[in-house]
């Protein structure tokens, strides 16, 4: 593996480790997230960073769309909180952190192994 897609990789598992140390602070409830401002723009920028370390990626080396499944949605996502950030719903992001935060975490660290 290219040693910048690595290192991309790695900012990619650096951060989901982040967000779960976010998350194990606080009682792990969308009610509870949705009140923590704090916490939801911390979330939002690791988010940002997977995001934009998954563009890179993906430009490097376009394989890596077939590798991680959810690679497109990913930049997608990123895109939608810089750019437009007033439309960001609180659902959407406890959603992925609930739903698809853990298999993107499985799938890095099959990569990184």
Do not use: C
């Amino acid at each position: 593996m290219d040693e910048r897609i690595n290192k991309w990789f790695i900012d990619i598992q650096y951060s989901i480790e982040e967000i779960e140390s976010f998350l194990s602070n606080v009682p792990k409830s969308f009610s509870e997230y949705q009140k923590n401002h704090l916490l939801k723009r911390a979330i939002e920028r690791n988010l940002e960073i997977i995001g934009e370390a998954m563009n890179r990626i993906v430009t490097k080396d376009p394989d890596y769309l077939n590798k991680i499944s959810e690679a497109r949605n990913i930049v997608g996502l990123r895109n939608q909180i810089i750019h437009a950030y007033d439309s960001i719903s609180d659902e959407n992001i406890w959603s992925i952190l609930i739903g698809h935060l853990p298999k993107l975490k499985e799938e890095v660290e099959t990569i990184l192994k």
